[in-house]
């Protein structure tokens, strides 16, 4: 059966647009694989009336074309032409400059939905991407910038010839173009490019993989003798109860990392009623962005988290209760550019050092994920309750239906070892 062709939504802005595979036969005489037009509207209905007239548009130019009434390439822009679509060659847009790009992208974004810290954050990292290509490669019109000025511009990042910059290492110039590359795509899928050039430049290919290849050395997380040294040293033990800022939370976020898998910002931006009390008595810890200082990384990451009961025995409840559920857990630390955590993170790195175990190129805070994931593999815990608990989505169209039963998730986290008795936190 033919599929019903249908309005594009677009993913980040909510704009529909039409796009049409152009014919095999008619690609040469056309000059293009695919048209593509904003339907300058993001309420569905609106959308699926501009639809019919930009599609009938472009039934238009494929006969035209079939009867050899285009001398030169026909020009796709003129599909959907009763829309109020600028023409994809008119000089007031093709003439735009990258920052007027960044401009447009920042506001396209805005768009999203998402909570006003995420939205924040993008906004700085991209425009840190774009205001760099900016200053090494100028403010070019967009229409002019080609896959040589990316090559260029990757060249730099690398091998700068001012000896005083900083080189950038590889990973950070994949990061680096992929940002610049989605705010050309939004150019692209606003009818103001052809092609975007980061893409077109395969750049990304000439780096080499984004992934260091898998080592059967891998160090990623800590080993239990590692978790043990940890726990165990004077030096954690005291933090228990240290005051001002980040205080405490450097006793308890890397152990309820290691009890959960659960990501540095995910436990720091807890709120009091986040950690919570189920039918059968189990307690669970909610990861949801629910307020507009909280945000998760993926739609998996919003779930409940079942807490281990030596978390229980360690008094993580006494951080809640007789608390107003509108305060957070850890009220000492304050969201800046790295989030509620990044203060955390650099206290935690400088312990691991004293202890021994720090290793370079381990994430000192994010390793923890790593540890819950081995000792789940280790201890019987099924992969699928592991992803549960650790937000993992599995690619599986499956395991979107349904719901994660909690009471058997409650039982297998007491699977897990306990970290605490092994370091002398809790007696045996």
Same mark, same amino acid.
């Given at each position: 059966m033919a599929l019903i062709a249908q309005p594009f939504r677009h993913p980040d802005s909510g704009i529909y647009y039409l796009r049409r595979r152009v014919p095999d036969d008619l690609r040469q005489i056309i000059g293009k #694989?695919?048209?593509? +037009?904003? @339907?300058?509207?993001?309420h569905h209905q609106q959308a699926k009336a501009a639809f019919a007239l930009a599609y009938a548009e472009s039934e238009r130019l494929f006969n035209n074309a079939r009867q050899g009434l285009c001398i030169e390439p026909c020009k796709p822009e003129t599909v959907g032409k009763p829309l109020p679509a600028p023409s994809l060659h008119a000089p007031a847009e093709s003439s735009i400059r990258l920052s007027e790009a960044l401009t447009r992208y920042v506001q396209s974004i805005s768009m999203s939905g998402r909570s006003e810290y995420v939205l924040r954050r993008h906004a700085v990292d991209y425009s840190r991407?774009?205001?760099?290509?900016?200053?090494?490669?100028?403010?070019?019109?967009?229409?002019?910038?080609?896959?040589?000025?990316?090559?260029?511009?990757?060249?730099?990042?690398?091998?700068?010839?001012?000896?005083?910059?900083?080189?950038?290492? #590889?990973?950070?110039? +994949?990061? @680096?173009l992929a940002r610049l590359s989605s705010v050309m795509a939004f150019t692209v899928d606003s009818g103001l490019l052809e092609i975007n050039p980061v893409t077109t430049s395969r750049i990304h290919k000439r780096l080499g993989s984004g992934k260091a290849k898998r080592r059967l050395d891998d160090n990623r997380g800590y080993t239990w003798g590692e978790l043990v040294t940890l726990f165990s040293h004077p030096e954690f033990q005291r933090l228990r109860y240290t005051e001002?800022?980040?205080?405490?939370?450097?006793?308890?976020?890397p152990l309820i990392a290691a009890y959960t898998g659960g990501r540095r910002e995910e436990i720091a931006q807890l709120y009091v009623d986040d950690i919570h009390q189920h039918e059968g008595a189990s307690w669970f810890i909610r990861v949801i962005d629910d307020r507009p200082d909280k945000s998760v990384k993926t739609d998996?990451?919003?779930?409940?988290?079942?807490?281990?009961?030596?978390?229980i025995a360690l008094g993580l409840l006494t951080l809640v209760q007789g608390r107003a559920p509108g305060t957070r857990v850890f009220p000492q630390l304050v969201k800046v550019s790295d989030g509620f955590a990044g203060i955390v993170s650099k206290s935690w790195r400088p312990i691991?050092?004293?202890?021994?175990?720090?290793?370079?190129?381990r994430n000192p805070l994010h390793a923890f994920r790593h540890s819950f994931k081995t000792l789940a593999r280790e201890h019987g815990i099924p992969k699928e309750v592991s992803d549960w608990i650790t937000g993992h989505a599995s690619g599986h169209i499956g395991d979107s239906y349904g719901i994660n039963p909690l009471p058997r998730m409650a039982i297998e986290i007491q699977k897990l070892p306990s970290i605490a008795k092994a370091a002398g936190l809790l007696p045996n």
């Open positions: #694989t695919e048209i593509r +037009r904003s @339907l300058h509207t993001r991407a774009v205001n760099r290509y900016i200053t090494d490669m100028g403010d070019k019109p967009i229409a002019s910038i080609q896959p040589s000025d990316i090559h260029a511009f990757a060249a730099k990042l690398i091998q700068p010839a001012d000896e005083n910059v900083k080189p950038l290492a #590889t990973s950070s110039t +994949r990061l @680096l001002g800022r980040p205080g405490n939370a450097v006793f308890w976020i998996s990451s919003r779930r409940e988290i079942p807490v281990h009961p030596d978390l691991t050092q004293r202890c021994g175990v720090y290793q370079p190129g």
